[in-house]
């Protein structure tokens, strides 16, 4: 599966990315600065600046999947743009209208008060 991941030159996203490419996925990685996202793990990085403008089309071209761990800096809005990209209808959120049964961890969801 190739697999798209912003933040992975955070503390989490370098062990989600070195995770995917262990268990045999292709992985592309968003970075404001390509030049410095020096990552342990092999990986096509693509440069995005993230912000209120959406994520360009070019930048999704293959994807199967979408791993979005990019923090939002103050006065920053990149978690938005790359929602509304990747996505342009509204899927419902966990746990809303929803339950999981079943398996190690199963847990009911409670509507929002």
């Known amino acids: 599966m190739r697999v798209l991941v912003t933040g992975a030159t955070g503390l989490i996203g370098r062990e989600v990315g070195k995770f995917l490419v262990q268990n045999g996925h292709e992985v592309r990685v968003l970075s404001r600065d ?42 920053g809005g990149g978690g938005q743009a790359l929602a509304r990209s990747a996505s342009r209808e509204r899927r419902p959120r966990p746990g809303e209208g929803q339950e999981r049964t079943g398996g190690r961890g199963a847990a009911r969801a409670e509507p929002r008060d």
């Open 34 to 75: 390509p030049k410095k996202a020096k990552l342990p793990f092999p990986c096509e990085v693509r440069a995005w600046a993230g912000g209120e403008r959406e994520i360009e089309p070019s930048l999704l071209e293959g994807i199967e999947g979408i791993i979005h761990l990019s923090v939002d800096t103050i006065g």
